[in-house]
């Protein structure tokens, strides 16, 4: 059984991102979550609907032992799975001014964020590298290239990640694994329903928020054996708004 995992799939890019890999994809499809079981579930239905086999899966990116202990269970009850893909997905935001910032919100965000991507790959990627096979995809943010104010702690974070990228993908590139990171900016999701979407279209030169669906697109893409030559590429998804 050949398994694509990726965290927080339970809602906004990342349900997006199962459902389209259900569709063009022949993965049986880990969707992992923390808290919203109910989202979770939703999402492994619309999965099935759409002809793929999943599960789901909890736990905290974060929390270096809990994936360790869930990944090495999952494992064993099910030894001839192979994850072939990751999907780094999981994460917050906790946005303030710098100077206002508690230890709290930084290391949370950076946390999920950065060691979430550190707990999860590094658990699976010695399989890849015996496998000779594997497609990483991290999801990052315009924040993480150009930086935005009221997200240092964010940008922080995934601009760490957009780094680790670079550097992973040189690691494993002979061994046939790809690693890639996509940049979203304005996408509509429950993370941006609190943003004024009428102020910050005028940064946009598509002049409009872009959808889940079409970041999952990519994402599929990226997952998929046609981008066999793309690897330590970070490919904005924006509408023109940073590049």
């Given at each position: 059984?050949?398994?694509?995992?990726?965290t927080?799939?339970?809602?906004?890019?990342?349900?997006?991102i199962?459902k389209?890999?259900?569709?063009?994809s022949n993965y049986?499809i880990?969707?992992?979550?923390?808290s919203?079981?109910?989202?979770a579930?939703k999402?492994l239905?619309e999965v099935?609907?759409?002809g793929?086999?999943?599960e789901?899966?909890?736990?905290d990116?974060?929390?270096?032992e809990e994936?360790?202990s869930?990944?090495?269970?999952?494992?064993?009850?099910?030894p001839?799975?192979?994850?072939e893909?990751?999907?780094?997905?999981a994460?917050?935001t906790k946005?303030?001014?710098?100077m206002?910032m508690?230890?709290?919100?930084?290391t949370?965000?950076?946390?999920?964020?950065l060691?979430?991507?550190?707990?999860?790959?590094?658990f699976?990627i010695?399989?890849?590298?015996?496998?000779?096979?594997g497609r990483i995809?991290n999801?990052?943010?315009v924040s993480?290239?150009?930086?935005?104010?009221?997200?240092?702690?964010?940008?922080?974070?995934?601009?760490?990640i957009?780094?680790?990228?670079k550097?992973?993908a040189q690691?494993?590139a002979k061994?046939?694994?790809?690693v890639?990171?996509?940049?979203?900016?304005f996408?509509?999701?429950?993370?941006?329903s609190?943003l004024?979407?009428?102020e910050?279209?005028?940064?946009v030169?598509?002049?409009?928020f872009?959808?889940?669906?079409e970041v999952?697109d990519?994402?599929?893409f990226?997952v998929?054996?046609?981008?066999?030559?793309?690897?330590?590429e970070?490919?904005?998804?924006?509408?023109?708004?940073y590049?």
């Open positions: 059984m050949k398994c694509v995992l990726v927080g799939g339970s809602r906004g890019i990342g349900s997006e199962c389209k890999l259900a569709l063009e049986h880990l969707i992992n979550y923390q919203n079981k109910v989202a579930e999402t239905e099935v609907k759409n793929a086999t999943g789901i899966i909890q736990f990116v974060a929390n270096y994936v360790k869930v990944l090495t269970t999952w494992q064993e009850s099910n001839d799975a192979i994850v893909a990751i999907v780094n997905n994460g917050i946005d303030g001014l710098f206002w508690s230890n709290e919100d930084w949370s965000v950076v946390n999920t964020s060691n979430g991507f550190f707990n999860v790959t590094n699976f010695q399989k890849m590298l015996r496998n000779k096979y995809v999801m990052v943010s993480g290239l150009k930086g935005t104010a009221g997200q240092t702690n964010y940008s922080a974070a995934k601009g760490a957009v780094a680790a990228t550097a992973l690691e494993v061994r046939n694994i790809t890639n990171a996509v940049a979203p900016g996408i509509k999701t429950d993370m941006t609190q004024d979407e009428k910050l279209i005028k940064l030169p598509m002049n409009r872009g959808e889940a669906e999952a990519l994402v599929s990226l998929s054996k046609k981008a066999s030559y793309i690897t330590g970070i490919i904005n998804i924006n509408g023109g708004i590049s």
